[in-house]
């Protein structure tokens, strides 16, 4: 039995279907299983738990082998953040699994997570990371670059639906996208090949692109030019400063926009896909097709 906590998320859904496919029985960790019945067919059972209660996570241990960490706090409210999820959260998983005899857990941390990161949720990954490799757990540690599916969806999707968009910052600086649906892949791999245990993986996408060059490849696949607004850098600055006292989790989700603006987020993904030739390497040109079919089924 494999538990996944974020199998309700993109990457865990995604997951999920390979999981099935090579056979494997899934169980997903879920605070609200309300939000899990699509994700339950034959071969997924749901469990209602949260990282941050620790008697759940024993409960939902019975009987597990492999532990797959798919889930954030980045865009959490309230009590959950990266320090309470993604932390402390992947902490209390850790032992639980290992009190329930767990062998091998697979750890989503994110590319660039260093313990002086300006944000809070690369920080939070790389302690995780830390704590698994000092556990007595085998483990595998998936490090992605930013998801297609959520951060160039974020501009490009509007386009599609509204014919209008937002670009925060100056938009200039080249950031590497890769696809949830290859990270996925990257994810039932680790479970099923014992040669991935204690190792790291840093999984990219084939493109380096601008916000821009996100928007204009939206555009070109749609043939919709769109109107595309700008949210100049110093006022995502000040905005971002001021919504810590209103909406910290908004504020949160501008810091990274100033970080994903003006910090070097490029990477080479070409030595590990080498390594992996038959996991797929999706363009964003290919997710935007995705989105536009999706667009075209809706109307
Ligand atoms: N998105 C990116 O660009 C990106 C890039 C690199 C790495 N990653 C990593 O990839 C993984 C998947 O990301 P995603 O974007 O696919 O996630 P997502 O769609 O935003 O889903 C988040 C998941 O986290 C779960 N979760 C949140 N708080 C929880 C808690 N207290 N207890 C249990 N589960 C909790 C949610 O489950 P419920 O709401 O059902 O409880 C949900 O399934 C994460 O580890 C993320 O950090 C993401």
């Given at each position: 039995m494999i538990l996944i906590a974020g199998g309700?998320?993109?990457?865990?859904?995604?997951?999920?279907q390979h999981l099935l496919k090579r056979g494997q029985s899934v169980r997903v960790l879920t605070r609200e299983p309300a939000r899990a019945q699509d994700v339950q067919t034959a071969g997924v059972e749901i469990v209602e738990g949260d990282v941050l209660d620790?008697?759940?996570?024993?409960?939902?241990?019975?009987?597990?082998?492999?532990?797959?960490s798919a889930m954030h706090g980045f865009t959490g409210t309230?009590?959950?953040?990266?320090?309470?999820?993604?932390?402390?959260?992947?902490?209390?998983?850790?032992?639980?699994?290992?009190?329930?005899?767990?062998?091998?857990?697979?750890?989503l941390s994110i590319q660039g997570a260093t313990a002086d990161h300006p944000m809070e949720l690369f920080r939070a990954k790389c302690a995780a990371e830390e704590a698994?490799?000092?556990?007595?757990?085998?483990?595998?540690?998936?490090?992605?670059?930013?998801?297609?599916?959520?951060w160039a969806a974020l501009v490009g999707v509007p386009l599609l639906t509204n014919g209008a968009t937002r670009i925060f910052g100056g938009g200039r600086n080249?950031?590497?996208?890769?696809?949830?649906?290859?990270?996925?892949?990257?994810?039932?791999?680790?479970?099923?090949?014992?040669?991935?245990?204690?190792?790291?993986?840093d999984i990219g996408?084939?493109?380096?692109?601008?916000?821009?060059?996100?928007?204009?490849?939206?555009q070109s696949v749609s043939g919709r030019s769109g109107k595309v607004n700008m949210v100049p850098l110093p006022v995502l600055?000040?905005?971002?400063?001021?919504?810590?006292?209103f909406n910290p989790t908004l504020a949160r989700q501008m810091q990274g926009a100033i970080v994903m603006d003006t910090r070097n987020m490029a990477f080479d993904a070409a030595p590990t896909r080498r390594q992996y030739?038959?996991?797929?390497?999706?363009?964003?040109?290919?997710?935007?097709?995705?989105?536009?079919?999706?667009?075209?089924?809706?109307?």
């Open positions: 309700t998320g993109t990457l865990g859904r995604l997951s999920i620790v008697a759940s996570l024993q409960r939902a241990m019975v009987g597990v082998r492999t532990v797959i309230g009590k959950y953040t990266p320090q309470s999820v993604d932390r402390d959260g992947n902490v209390h998983l850790f032992d639980a699994a290992r009190r329930a005899g767990v062998e091998h857990v697979v750890l698994l490799r000092a556990s007595t757990l085998a483990w595998t540690i998936l490090r992605p670059t930013a998801y297609m599916e959520t080249p950031i590497n996208f890769v696809s949830a649906a290859d990270v996925a892949q990257f994810v039932a791999l680790a479970v099923s090949d014992p040669s991935l245990r204690n190792t790291q993986i996408g084939p493109e380096n692109l601008t916000m821009h060059q996100v928007v204009a490849t939206f600055r000040v905005a971002s400063v001021l919504m810590r006292l030739p038959a996991i797929t390497s999706t363009s964003v040109a290919d997710v935007a097709r995705q989105y536009l079919q999706l667009c075209h089924k809706q109307r």
